[in-house]
């Protein structure tokens, strides 16, 4: 590396990632960390913090992992741990930035967490009617509350440089609107996070800032590896049903690295132009194609791209 401005880009930015434990959050506190920027990851679950703050999944990955990762990388990685359904501890966040930064330049609303609620295929299609009430209040808790919450407490440090806030979500606003998703919960959770980034960026505009809607395509988390029993390093063998797990199905040959969508926005957050996408809806692969930037295995996969997003 010759030129830190030219390969490290986010040197010197300060970025949010809030619910960076693992996916798609992880992957962006990883691809924010490839160009340089401070990424400070957030999430409930920590190897080293307050053991009464738990996560909806039992699962080992932490925060402070993710904060590594983002160091290995060339970023400066800081694990913070907040519950962002609880408004008190995402207020303390905001002091604690405020006080070490003094801003934030590029803000992702990653949380989410209710990807064991939203149950397994047998159970979609439930109507609201027989839908577990309790359950479905919890889905839109953590996928909607958390992002205003954070909204909240956050947003005042990242309009006092013209930042970036992402809106992680699934699926298109296009797609969303045109097609039911698993249960009256999770469509009202997906629509509504990429509706939070179009109203956000009319209210950010007069400011200078800037809010998109992101959507990963099928994404390799760490859960879904596990599902077909296989690891990053060997997830094609997934397609070939040799790993002892049902065989995936033929679309996740087109799958994608939690990677590829930090890349994206990484790189949105690195266009000067950025505010030309205010209040838009997007796709990871959408970004990888306007970048020019690719998977961690060279590809620039697309499974939105039969979608009709």
Known sequence: MTSSSTNRPLCGRVAVVAGATRGAGRGI????????ATVVCTGRSSRDGDASI?????????????????DELGGTGVAVQVDHLDSEQVRRLADRIRSD????????????????????????????????????LRILRLAVDTHLITSHHLLPLLIEKSGLLVEVTDGTAKFNSENYRISVYYDL??????????????????????AVAVTPGWLRSEMMLENFGVTESNWREALDGVTGYPAAPAGFAGSESPRYV???IAALAADPERAQW??????????AREFGITDIDGTQPDSWGSADC
């Open 101 to 136: 930064y003094g801003r934030i330049d590029i803000l992702v609303n990653d949380i989410w967490g209710a990807e064991l609620l939203k149950g397994p295929p047998s159970t979609w299609n439930t109507p609201v009617w027989k839908h577990d009430l309790e359950v479905g």
């Open 189 to 210: 959770a997906k629509v509504a996070v990429n509706r939070l980034a179009f109203s956000q960026g009319h209210e950010l505009a007069r400011y200078g800032a800037t």
């Open 278 to 287: 205010n209040q838009r809806s997007v796709t990871a692969a959408e970004l």
């Open 29 to 36: 506190a990883a691809g924010l960390g490839e160009l340089g």
């Open 54 to 70: 738990t996560s909806d999944y039992v699962r080992g990955e932490c925060i402070e992992e993710a904060a590594e990762l983002v």
């Open 262 to 264: 930090g890349r994206g």
